[in-house]
């Protein structure tokens, strides 16, 4: 083969190269940015199972001392009942030890913890979920990839779709730029 033949097959093989690995960028990219999406929407439906579930246990543990007081009033009545009769007691002075029912506070502690570990569960799955689209926005927006993601057409989802749930306080706060004090 002479020169000029080996200089054009060398020329068809770095085009066949170059397009082999360019077909590679456009192919990782591809399943990469897909890849950041199915996470974005998988994380933020688990946010949503995360919040669920500790609403409906803060729900639950807090009918424990609706319970627990409804059966203290009963008990009550019925021992008031049965030391003093349906009418209660006609004495003028009582020297009597009662010993009534009490409700217990730890009941309401329990409501409390359960609380914290739910907002704590929930402050991490939002953070995991912030990070995510962080990822993937500065994924997208690298230099060369955010020419071919463009192409591709990503992202395909609206990532203000899948924003973090805050609260009216905290968005007043961050447009007014001013946060008051705490007061309970």
Known sequence: MNIV???????????????????SYVVGTNNTCVSFEQRVQAQYTKNQNVYDSFWKTVKEVAQVPD?????????????LKGR????????????????????DASLYKTIQD???????????????????????????GSFPRSFVAKALGY??????????????QTDKA???????????
């Open 5 to 23: 033949g080996k200089i054009a097959v060398g020329i068809v093989a770095l085009v066949v190269l170059l397009f082999a690995v360019g077909c």
């Open 67 to 79: 319970k627990y007081a409804a059966d203290t009033k009963s008990i009550y009545e019925a021992a």
């Open 84 to 103: 003093y009769g349906a009418d209660g007691s006609k004495a003028v002075f009582q020297f009597l030890k009662e010993q009534n029912p009490t409700l």
């Open 114 to 140: 359960a609380m914290q570990s739910g907002r704590r569960d929930f402050k991490n799955n939002q953070t995991v979920l912030i990070d995510i689209k962080q990822e993937y926005q500065i994924y997208i």
């Open 155 to 168: 992202p395909t989802i609206n990532l203000k779709d899948f924003d973090i749930v805050t609260s009216d």
């Open 174 to 184: 961050f447009q007014t730029k001013k946060a008051d004090e705490i007061k309970i």
